[in-house]
């Protein structure tokens, strides 16, 4: 676990004071200015647990520093000194910066230590905090999606799609955080799973006729919200996914990144110009990116292997369903393109006597191998 302290002052002996008294008990860096500090930052940023800054600085003051850190590194605790307490620095450090704890300077050693000591018990219960929320949001997430794919395997196939291409685009432009687009997308269409199933396919293939014949109007884009406002942390993909259907606002770069890979993912016939259109696409490096990704696809040879058969009880975990799989009553149980997973390889073998074995049912292995599914 992080456990490196960064002091930061502008005064040598200072520094040297810290070293000395402070430097067998604690694993210390230390840095003269604020610019200098950033710079440590960006290469120790995964061993950083406190950061210690002098409030007068030449140039670029502590409260600056304090403001860069609680941006770019929030679990960073943030201790400030300062010879001067006056009442708008306290404030402004409390508000922009999330000061852990305020010094006076001259600062004894015995209170320095003391605060250092709680300062990174502080930073282990805020990473630990962090790991059980991030882990519990992601099961949250896994649920979700399970059961998408369950209720509506044409959805889950969709989300799988959208995410694919946002990493796809994402790498290609250079656009490095991507967790909340990549996770928008493979929430993008839960709100659906929430439909009774006699109204799924309407607003799935958003049928004309059928749906002016709905007494009640049913808004997509609100029952995701719903679902997703309720979990901690996924109100900002919420926001993302209600901001690409707002068609009269100028989307930022990763809610064009999101909105462009679902056109992608949901469009029946490939033109990459329509898609750009339809996404709300203004940037010219997407919009160059998405022409490459479907120009290649078109040309890219098919290079597959075809082999016989397995059975239900030897189906490969990773592979890639390359048809639908329908029930005898011709109900559709997972969608093409579907990855196996586990828990899909117990559906279906749990679900065989039920299953139409007679459409063929083909699988694409890891290894590029195209494989009948059968009974035995």
């Known amino acids: 676990m992080n456990n490196q302290i960064l002091m930061v002052d ?23 200015s604020v610019n200098e500090a950033i710079d440590i930052l960006s290469n120790m940023e995964n061993f950083i647990s406190v950061v ?15 403001r860069i ?8 605790v943030r201790i400030m000194l300062t010879g001067n307490f006056d009442q708008k620095t306290t404030v402004n450090a409390v508000n922009v910066g999330k000061v852990f704890r305020f010094l006076n300077k001259p600062c004894s050693m015995r209170v320095l230590r003391s605060t250092l000591i709680e300062a990174q018990s502080q930073f282990e219960l805020t990473v630990i905090e962090r790991d059980i929320l991030e882990n519990t949001v992601q099961g949250c ?16 196939v969709i989300a799988l799609q959208a995410k694919k291409y946002v990493l796809e685009i994402s790498k290609l432009i250079g656009f490095q955080d991507t967790w909340r687009i990549s996770t928008a997308a493979i929430l993008s269409q839960i ?6 199933k006699e109204l799924l396919h309407i607003y799935r293939d958003n049928y004309p006729e059928e749906l002016s014949k709905q007494k009640v109007h049913v808004n997509i884009s609100d029952l995701t919200k719903n679902l997703l ?6 109100e900002s993909i919420s926001e993302l996914l209600e901001q690409i259907q707002d068609r009269s606002s100028t989307l930022t770069l990763e809610a064009e990144i999101l909105s462009v890979a679902l056109e992608i993912s949901k469009a029946k016939k490939i033109n990459a110009q329509v898609i750009c259109d339809n996404a709300n ?12 990704i479907l120009n290649d696809q078109q040309q890219a040879p098919e290079n597959i292997t075809r082999v016989d058969r397995v059975s239900i009880l ?11 799989i329908y029930t005898q009553d011709d109900q559709l149980l997972i969608a093409a393109g579907h990855e196996l997973t586990a828990s899909t390889i117990s559906r279906i073998q749990n679900f065989s006597n039920k299953i139409n074995w007679s459409k063929e049912i083909k699988i694409e292995t890891e290894n590029s191998e195209i494989v009948t599914v059968g009974l035995v």
């Not at 030449?58 to 520093?65: S, T």
């Not at 979700?144 to 889950?156: A, F, H, K, R, T």
């Not at 030897?314 to 639908?324: F, M, N, Q, R, Y």
């Open 69 to 76: 850190l609680a941006d770019k590194y929030p679990d960073i």
């Open 314 to 324: 030897e189906i490969p975990s990773g592979a890639i369903l390359k048809s639908d």
């Open 52 to 66: 210690v800054s002098d409030m007068r600085m030449p140039g670029r003051d502590g409260l600056q520093l304090i």
């Open 191 to 196: 709100g659906y799973a929430t439909l009774p």
């Open 229 to 234: 406002q309720k979990i901690p942390r996924l």
């Open 281 to 292: 696409i203004n940037s010219p490096e997407i919009i160059k990116q998405v022409f490459k």
């Open 141 to 156: 997430i896994e649920i979700l999606i399970e059961l998408l794919s369950v209720i509506d395997p044409q959805g889950y």
């Open 10 to 32: 502008d005064e040598e002996l200072v520094l040297r004071g810290y070293r000395r008294s402070l430097g067998e008990e604690f694993d210390l860096l230390t840095a003269k």
